[in-house]
């Protein structure tokens, strides 16, 4: 079994062998780079021999992580690229989870002002997340993607079996981001994900297409997020204040796992303007904390996320602008919800 996607200006194909080598014999690169950290060489770059012939391949190695999402990084693979003689027609493969697909997609798209790319993403949250919608970048000084650009792959090619290897705690943080595209935009599948209890045997190429064609859909309408694209970030305002404030603790949140958080808060912040009844707002917190647990102990307070919120790149005019559920399947943006709810919606959640 396959899966293709048709977007405007290229394929994402799931599950589908000989796609790689396809897109090789079409573009006819004069020399072919892969970008992989220490896991995905270990874990997924033999799959990729199976298809294209090693001697053929460049191999770029950088270590794994967030905290290397970074310039210096990028001078390093330009470096290397440079060095081993990369031209205009050369080919960059981005072989791993969202760092690599958006470090390498940031540095092929500035190498000699831009170069072919082909996203490989093999974590959960980049196969539905971050390879779709050409948003690339870098982090700078600590500060999540402050340096990037908007430009679309040659492909995105998704392989399932690639999640095989992936930690479970990484599987459920990428799980986050499928349940938020069905709170967002399809009820059906926030009904299916929401109460399943055994994430790993699920059938992962179906689920995978259902929710990139929602990522899909949204940032094929408004690509460079002047409106709708915005939706995309329901339960992120909170989340991402949540996940930076507890960067300070020796319990670090992975992105996912802040994200469920920010959902059940924005669930209640969608209930106090009067989109949600308070039954829909418990179902959808209870069947998240079941899945993730109840992180209350590691919860800050919203004086401690609030300054963090209000930086939050979707503000204007310093207000907090908020993407929240009209209903379960159906989301608004440029929302304002005040602070004093906010702290009832972080009190309600450690209740
Ligand atoms: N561009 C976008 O629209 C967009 C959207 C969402 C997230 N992002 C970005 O994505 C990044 C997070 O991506 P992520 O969650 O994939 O994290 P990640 O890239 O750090 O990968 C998580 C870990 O899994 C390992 N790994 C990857 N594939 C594996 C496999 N198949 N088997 C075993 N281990 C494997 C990696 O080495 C790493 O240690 C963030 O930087 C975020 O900003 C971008
Ligand atoms: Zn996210």
Not at 22 to 40: A, G
Not at 85 to 97: F, K, M, P, Q, T
Not at 225 to 231: N, S, T
Not at 246 to 266: K, N, T, V, Y
Request: proline share 3%; glycine share 8%.
């Amino acid at each position: 079994m396959s899966k293709t996607i048709s977007c405007i200006n290229y394929t994402i194909s799931i599950n589908q062998k000989d796609f790689l080598r396809q897109c090789i014999s079409e573009i006819r690169p004069s020399k072919i780079f892969v970008i992989v950290d220490e896991n995905t060489e270990m874990f997924c770059l033999p799959s990729m021999y199976e298809v294209v012939d090693s001697h053929n391949l460049n191999i770029i190695r950088i270590p794994s992580g967030e905290q290397y999402k970074t310039i210096d990084t990028c001078k390093s693979v330009w470096g290397q690229m440079m060095e081993s003689g990369a031209d205009r027609h050369s080919l960059v493969l981005n072989l791993g989870g969202g760092v690599i697909g958006d470090l390498g997609g940031f540095c092929a798209s500035t190498y000699m002002r831009g170069i072919k790319f082909i996203q490989l993403p093999t974590t959960l949250l980049s196969q539905v997340d971050a390879s779709v919608g050409g948003k690339l970048g870098v982090d700078l000084d600590g500060v999540k993607n402050m340096i990037g650009v908007f430009n679309e792959p040659y492909a995105v090619i998704i392989e399932t079996n690639y999640l095989q290897t992936l930690p479970y705690k990484e599987l459920l943080s990428g799980y986050a981001e499928l349940l938020k595209h069905g709170l967002i935009a399809n009820k059906d599948i926030w009904e299916d994900l929401s109460q399943n209890t055994d994430i790993t045997s699920l059938n992962f190429e179906e689920v995978v297409y259902r929710s990139v064609l929602i990522k899909k859909s949204v940032t094929e309408e408004d690509p460079t997020e002047k409106g709708l694209r915005k939706i995309l970030n329901f339960g992120h305002t909170a989340g991402h204040a949540i996940e930076t404030k507890s960067f300070e603790s020796d319990q670090p949140l992975l992105h996912g796992e802040a994200i469920a958080i920010g959902m059940i808060i924005e669930s209640y912040l969608s209930m106090s303007l009067g989109y949600l009844t308070l039954d829909q707002y418990t179902t959808i917190k209870e069947r998240i904390q079941k899945l993730y647990g109840n992180k209350y102990k590691s919860l800050p307070t919203v004086e401690e996320v609030l300054p963090y919120m209000l930086k939050d790149k979707k503000n204007q005019g310093g207000t907090i602008q908020y993407a929240l559920l009209s209903k379960p399947g159906h989301a608004i943006y440029d929302q304002i919800v005040d602070i004093s709810v906010l702290e009832k919606a972080f009190e309600d959640y450690k209740r």
